[in-house]
């Protein structure tokens, strides 16, 4: 079974697009929602990812089924990254976490099965990790 998708956050290149402009723009939240493009909003959250600064991207949530075979590379995460949400099940566990997390992990244990395996689901609109490209 490995790992399946089960959730995301809607619109979430609009999520953390907006939650980055929202720092720096005195526009109302619904100019903000609507003035800029799809292609604008993908341009400016790689170049505020690409600059390091993750914590607009924690609006962006992504939830998994995972099978048991993960469990003990679970675990191991648990430790260092404590924004990881494990609930567990009959056959495995629930998993969710948020792009900081996710885009952290790539980089932090780029070796373990189920960075692998989540690397499948980075959204298209964040920048590749060094240890992907």
Known sequence: M???L???TDDMLKVIATAARVCYSGLPLEQLLSRYSEEE???LIKKVVGMG???VVEHGVMTFKVDDSFKE???RIMIDKPFLKITETE???IVSLNLRTM???LAEKP??????????FLPDFLPKPKSQQ
Do not use: V
Not at 111 to 120: A, G, M, N, V, W
């Open 111 to 120: 070796e373990l099965r189920f960075t692998k395996e989540i690397s499948k």
């Open 6 to 8: 089960l959730s995301q």
């Open 53 to 55: 600064h993750l914590s």
């Open 91 to 93: 056959d495995g566990f």
């Open 103 to 105: 885009i952290e992990l």
């Open 2 to 4: 490995g790992i399946t």
């Open 73 to 75: 590379e679970l675990f």
């Open 41 to 43: 909003d993908r341009r």
